[in-house]
């Protein structure tokens, strides 16, 4: 029996949770473009006290011959000519809260509401939340948020990644209301009298998440890698504040380094690879009890097992230091390629025995 009301009530939690990660996403975005500034203006002051200091010291060489003044002179060009000092956010200031903060707090009141979304769906149905492509995108997304936040509370510095995390959880949530929405149902027969749903599926949505978050790390960790080769290549050319990307670039300085984001991917999609691992464990073992045998080749087992030859050969490649930096990224990217046309163009255009979408 579905509870209309409180399916009316999940759709609506959903849609204001998609309003509030889209102020949370504006609030991300002002921090690393307000942070992007006062790098600009910081390293635009440290060159006007460079240029302050030369003129000093050429003026007080011609008047006295470059006495104790010039080395006080030459002293304090020297101090301005290393690394742009930090501009001070304003999370410094005393009793105002900066946007990051803003953001950050506002991301967590629309995960707790976007959790309270699925919950009552499953309320709704009497039954797992993740029987369709809606269920299992608004579940699924769900934990990816929690497990940013997770990270975000133990290490600060990882909010900054703020942006690139709600930013695609939204895109799916607006997919997910856009196309892939259908009504409160009960399960079609052949998922129905099964503990193996809540087992399976339950584990993809986690292997599912995992993934999503680790390809934002190492798309980042590629960014983030060009970026500081570039600005080693402009420094050991000579330049005394180095920049690349313009205002980009300002945001990228604000991030973990690709050394910290590369060792947080590696976490990320080993725990993934370990949850994929049991996608296919027991999805064998459900498809001996529905249909007879382990494996059959449909398109879903296929490319299941594709994600995990992909993220076993990335595990491989990063643990025996074949594949560090730059391509391992790569790697754990076609990873997720992988992933999302297993669960969009698999689910939607290929016929088999687990065209489950609802659509």
Not at 7 to 28: K, P, R
Request: aromatic share 10%.
């Amino acid at each position: 029996m579905i509870n209309e009301q409180l399916a009316e009530v999940s759709n609506l939690a959903l849609v204001v949770t998609i309003v509030l990660y889209v102020l949370a996403l504006i609030g991300f975005g002002a921090d690393l473009a307000s942070s992007s500034q006062r790098r600009s203006d910081a390293r635009l002051a440290a060159r006007e006290r460079q240029a302050a200091a030369r003129t000093l010291q050429t003026a007080t060489v011609a008047a006295d011959g470059g006495g104790a003044i010039a080395a006080g002179g030459t002293r304090a060009a020297e101090a301005d000519g290393g690394s742009v000092p930090p501009a001070a956010g304003p999370e410094h200031r005393t009793g105002t809260m900066s946007a990051q903060r803003f953001a950050f707090l506002l991301t967590g009141a629309a995960t707790a509401l976007h959790v309270a979304g699925v919950l009552t769906r499953a309320l709704a149905t009497q039954r797992v939340p993740w029987a369709n492509m809606y269920e299992f995108a608004t579940t699924s997304t769900a934990v990816v948020m929690l497990a940013f936040l997770v990270f975000s509370i133990r290490r600060a510095e990882l909010r900054a990644l703020g942006t690139f995390v709600v930013g695609p959880v939204l895109l799916v949530l607006l997919l997910a209301q856009t196309f892939w929405i259908v009504p409160a149902a009960n399960l079609t027969p052949s998922l129905q009298n099964s503990h193996w749903i809540y087992i399976h599926i339950g584990v993809a949505i986690i292997a599912t998440s995992l993934s999503i978050l680790g390809a934002v790390v190492a798309g980042m960790q590629l960014l983030q890698a060009r970026h500081e080769r570039a600005l080693g290549e402009l420094a050991s050319a000579g330049q005394e504040h180095p920049e690349h990307w313009g205002r980009f670039g300002h945001v990228l300085d604000r991030l973990p380094s690709s050394t910290v984001l590369e060792a947080l991917s590696f976490r990320i999609h080993s725990v993934a690879f370990v949850c994929w691992t049991f996608t296919l464990i027991f999805g064998a073992i459900w498809a001996r009890e529905a249909w007879g045998r382990f494996w059959g080749w449909d398109p879903k087992e296929v490319w299941t097992f594709i994600i995990w030859v992909i993220y076993a050969a990335y595990l491989h490649a990063r643990a025996t230091g074949g594949y560090r930096g730059s391509r391992a990224a790569g790697l754990a990217l076609a990873g997720f390629v992988a992933v999302v046309f297993n669960y969009t163009i698999v689910n939607t255009v290929i016929n088999g025995l687990h065209s489950y979408s609802g659509l």
